[in-house]
């Protein structure tokens, strides 16, 4: 007899589009997924990965017990014994060389993890350390400190109004392969249709031809590194030309003055030389940006990723204030998430705004951002001797051995290590050095809600998520309040409960006593008691969301949203499109949009000589070749590749070049490459296309499995190789600290020769 059917709901915690699924199981077995027609954002849009989930969850290299490792093995242990071995090993550590020498790297997955949102703060508090790393500083770290600057809050970031825009102008992203970035958008793919349907234009601008580039009105293949110089030569031709008009913002931004003269180095016909897009272009794109009903511009990982990433963050936001898009429906606009705190209308917005630099790298000096140090300087702070010298690590959710630069010389830091203990459900190019590895649950036995992600939403839209599969074993909930109270030095006998429940606590006596909340004055007491039998991160949400725009504020406004609501509602419920919010969602010590922040201005200046330098190299004759990344959607950064269905078919792991630079080289057009940087080198099977700009070489990043010691079965047969062997953990973006990814110059030749 066969075990019944049913049908679960929930929203995909994979990438940043939080795609509605349809999963079908025969008991526990998962049949089928497909996307859910009547989720009420994504539409029944799906990507491959997306029906992967069941597969994820079956894969017999996805670990269930602890290991720790003996005598240079990894061996499977119950979980006490794990946290005993933690307690221990950081005991070592700390006894001989304090707090300060325990670091710890928190990677993607985290931020799509309900329990990994609320409950990694503990352990890091019980860490005491200021050795931080995130996979931020090899991602959106620019961004957030441009926003951080301009809005006076890292998370206050804009999004462009893709179901309204007449315009969008987008550099180095590709949501026809990711689905979309800091812009959450389920279905990017149909929304850029559908925009381009309603008569409105899309430019990208991207080095390579891509499945995005295709679709676009226009391709623009600028040369990596020089998006800053082509936005700052926009603005000047808005200048130039008369365009600026700030509109109804105009009142409530400061510090403008000094924009116009600090853009008059980069003229067009300057920034032409150095970015390969001609005059003409720059100026249509000033004069299209300016005379649009409305218009976007957005930029990612290719323009992030790069040496002036905040430069260009700041340049981005700015054209659109300089031609009255911001805060604008159709322009830019800042989401509004069911769980954030209310705005007050006609509020001011001013807030203590945001610094960086409060403490410095021990080896390289330099600045903290969001707590944080930049993952490049890790290796240093590992090798370096002397006090403070990183000497054990805590690594959550992350592969950093192939997502962070110089991956080769981070191998050989960590096994150099004395203490390490992953979080994460494989034993993989990382956690292979762990002494510790932490299994948590899979996607499907968690609850979900898309608390990072509805954050940066084109629309405002809850959907929550219970558990598809029932499970005993412990979460990221219960793993990482065990280890922050192992960490304290409560002991392995510590009941997370109760840390848990100080949690909750903490949030509703918050809440209560803040003149601002909607239970302003309540008794705790009958918050916690109406909150009470969920998990911990659960109640935090249900907290959240009760208090939040949207909430029932506890009996306060009986229809409104709660997490009980959202379960009656599977496919999520819609709040709305996004509206201008100015002042309200400022927190700047003005409660005005600080146009022209003084980081910017000295980041600016070096701008300006870095033209001078290209320039003056753009008149020799140049062959330098310079790598780029890209994505493809059947790829989720590192992880994924041990899915069977997603790696069948060629092997994606190619080094794309143009077929000029491929026979000035002398490669053959199904041979190998090795191509060298600074820092490595590797050889990959060459794929020559003229979809890439002349010039400019791409490999994938998040490949590599060929290393000893790993667990991966199915990603070690198509192996790859590590593009981060070859990208330099020394250059910075100076201002958040973040890698440079793109824009690597690189040797290329004939492998064996
Ligand atoms: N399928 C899939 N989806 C994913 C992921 C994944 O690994 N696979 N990862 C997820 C994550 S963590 C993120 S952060 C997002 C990222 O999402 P996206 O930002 O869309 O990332 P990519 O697809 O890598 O697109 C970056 C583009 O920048 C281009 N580029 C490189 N250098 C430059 C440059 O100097 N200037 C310009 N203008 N362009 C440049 C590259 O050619 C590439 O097409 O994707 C998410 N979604
Ligand atoms: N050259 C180059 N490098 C890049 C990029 C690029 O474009 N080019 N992109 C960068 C970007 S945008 C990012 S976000 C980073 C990603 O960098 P990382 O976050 O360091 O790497 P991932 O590949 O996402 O690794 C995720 C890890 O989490 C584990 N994991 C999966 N699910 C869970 C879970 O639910 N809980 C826990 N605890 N662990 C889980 C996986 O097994 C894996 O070990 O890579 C960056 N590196
Ligand atoms: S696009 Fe992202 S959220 Fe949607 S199904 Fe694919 S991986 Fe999941
Ligand atoms: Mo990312």
New binding site residues.
Partial sequence: MSEATRTAYRTCPL??ATCGLEITLEGDRVTRIRGDADDVFSGGFICP?GTTLGELHDDPDRLHKPLVKRDGKHVEVEWDEAYAAVEAGVERVREASGNESIGAYLG?PNVHNLGGTFFVRPLLQSLKTRNLFSASTV?QMPRHVSCGLMYGNPDTIPVPDLDRTDYLLM?????L???G?LCTAPDFPGRLKRLRERGGQLVV????T?RTARLADRHLA?R??T?GHFLLAIANVLFEEGLVDYGALSEHLEDREGTEAAVAPFGPARVAEVSGIPEAEIRKIAREIAGANSAAVYG????HT?EFGTLTSWASDLLTILTGNFDRVGGMLFPYPAHARPRRKGQEGKGRGFTTGRWQSRVRGVPEVRSELPIATLADEIETEGAGQIRALFTVGGNPILSAPNGERLDTAFAGLSFMVSVDPYLNETTRHADVILPPTSALERSHYDASFYNIAVRSVANYSPPVLETDAPGEEEILSRLALVVGGHGTEADPALLQRMLVRGLIEREVGSEHSLIHGRDADEIETAVAGRPAAVAMLDVLLRTGPWGDAFGGNPDGLSIERLEAHPHGIDLGALEPAVPAALSTPSGKIDVFPEALRQDVTRLTADLGSRCEAASKDDTQLVL??????R???SWMHNVDTLMRGRDRCTLQIHPEDASRVGLATDGRARVTSRVGSVEAPIEITDEIRPGVV?LPH?YGHDLHGTGLSVAAKTPGVNSNRLTDDQPLDVLSGNAVL??IPVEVEAAGS
Wanted: charged fraction near 25%.
């Fill in positions: 990438c940043e990965k993607n991602d550099l180095g992203a590709n949501p392969e990711s689905n970035s601008v991207d080095p390579r891509t600028i990596p590194g998006d990612r990982i290719g323009v790069a780029v990344g890209r994505r493809t959607v790829s989720n950064n791409c998040g793109n824009g």
